[in-house]
């Protein structure tokens, strides 16, 4: 071929390639990829209004159903906490107790009710602990609002498929106990510049504003109450690994393990609101996690280990008795 017809040739066949790339569906992304969900990208109407007041009621929950809200009938959170204040990200971040497929795991069994729940009573589960307040009305605008949210997230997502990413990431057990005074050390180089040295946290505001707060209270009176999952050693350590300070992603972790474990033992230890009836939680006391920190059990370990561990010994009698 003479050199021309090689050049016409090799021009002919990038046009064409180009041609084809750009009638090409775009690739799918891989199983790996995370979704981040954006409701300002959908269609004007109806239900993107109700996405966007679910989401503002999940990132600015202290000022549309908080305690310091103008309108009495809407303080349904006792404490001036967000939802995203667990939920990073708008339940959007891996490994920070994200939403995204949450909505098509319910109606699913929770062992501690003994029984199936659905996803307007695990919010209103939130509200009674993590908020330390009311439940919604399942028929309220509010709840819709906050049910479409939570499908919104997990557009996509096959029902009862699990990501993997969803909760925080496993954390290794200790072969000791967590240390609260260790904790209070570390508290202080990782936590106090934003929580405030007594744990109180920072307000965007003042108290009686409904402004809530730009680093949340970790414990006293505006915090979660006892029955929280954040109130367990193994539930918060792991959060706390992953996600902290704040800006810390799961894959990039700034706090040692055992600085972890001994930080949320020293957050745990500290006052804060109680929950009525929390002997009433696991009814079915095997299916109870080793670190809820409230009797009964069924097991002979001390309630201290419960709260503080170590776990492995509980968790290994456990493993022999189902033998």
Not at 39 to 54: E, F, N, Q, R, W
């Amino acid at each position: 071929m003479k050199k021309s017809n090689k050049i016409r040739a090799l021009a002919l066949m990038a046009v064409l390639l180009g041609a084809a790339a750009a009638t090409q569906t775009p690739a799918a992304p891989s199983a790996d990829a995370w979704p981040k969900p954006d409701v300002d990208s959908l269609p004007a109407g109806i239900y993107k209004d109700t996405v966007l007041y679910g989401r503002k009621l999940f990132v600015e929950t202290y000022a549309t159903i908080g305690p310091e809200v103008s309108d009495r009938s809407m303080r349904y959170s006792g404490n001036n906490l967000a939802c995203e204040n667990c939920h990073i990200d708008g339940g959007r971040q891996r490994y920070a107790l994200p939403l995204i497929g949450v909505y098509g795991a319910f109606p699913t069994y929770m062992g501690r009710e003994n029984e199936v729940r659905t996803i307007e009573d695990r919010i209103n589960g939130c509200m009674e602990r993590s908020m330390n307040g009311r439940t919604l009305p399942t028929d309220s605008k509010e709840m819709k609002a906050l049910v479409a949210y939570i499908q919104f997230l997990s557009s996509g997502v096959p029902v009862g498929k699990s990501l993997e990413g969803r909760g925080s990431p496993p954390l290794a057990l200790l072969d000791r106990a967590a240390d609260p005074k260790k904790g209070a050390e570390g508290f202080h180089n990782y936590c106090e510049e934003c929580h405030g040295a007594d744990g109180l946290g920072m307000r965007n505001g003042e108290k009686g504003d409904a402004k809530g707060y730009m680093y949340p209270p970790l414990w006293g009176p505006d915090s979660f109450n006892d029955g929280a999952g954040m109130h367990r050693l193994i539930a918060s350590a792991s959060f706390i690994h992953a996600n902290m300070p704040f800006g810390t992603t799961y894959d990039m972790p700034q706090i040692p393990v055992e600085d972890a474990w001994d930080i949320a033992a020293y957050v745990n230890s500290q006052d804060r609101p109680k929950m009525a009836n929390l002997d009433r939680d696991y009814p079915d006391r095997t299916r109870k996690p080793v670190d809820a920190p409230f009797p009964p059990f069924n097991d002979k370990f001390p309630l201290e280990q419960h709260r503080l561990g170590p776990f492995k010994p509980i968790i290994n009698a456990r493993t022999a008795e189902r033998r």
